[in-house]
């Protein structure tokens, strides 16, 4: 987990330096309302099939209730992105001063996760990121992250943290989406195998995830 503030960017190993920074305690108990003024960045997996992209954009999966790496959880009902919608651009590496890469259409969360469809500008006013656009395409850029601000959080008791779970987001606003070579929680996989061609093959990609876990085994021994 990447945290950011006006002063510059921490990463945040664990969850009790998490926890630290937002000033709670490690031993706190059920949820607690943040107030701290800072901006979490995490990884997002996402999903291509090739007739909606073809017509208009990516389907993407911004976020799901699954467990990282970091024995971290976010509650896909606890999504605020009314704000995000007034301004719905998609940016490169969580740049804020570099121009919009594309934006997010049709926004919406369920039981599963938050998921939307990322729309990457025309090649006619932007080379970059229509560029973009066709990497992620041929699956060479797989990953994303979202920035969000968290607003409330769950401490889990010993139960429910028998499968690991150490933190869990209960609300937050989303800020921003990027689309990243690399994202800061390096977890992130596609959920379908991409061709050649960029065509989603219905099966999981053992190449993929041989890729990915190379990543991660980089990041942890770095």
Known sequence: MIIRTKSGEYRAGKTSALLDFLGLKKDAAGRQNISADVELIASVPFCLTADVVAEKGFPWTLSTYDLDRFGERIDPHGWDFKRYMENPVVEWAHRYDTPAIGKLEGLFSDDTGLHGLVVFNDKEYDLFGWSIGQRVKAGVIRAGSVGFRVMEIEIPDKKTAEDGTSLIFRK?????????????????????????????????SNNAVIFWNGIINNFEGA
């Open 172 to 204: 937050q606003e989303l800020l921003e989406f990027s689309i990243c070579n690399v994202p800061a929680n390096p977890f992130a996989l596609s959920k379908s195998g991409i061709g050649e061609q960029g065509i989603v093959s219905g099966k999981k």
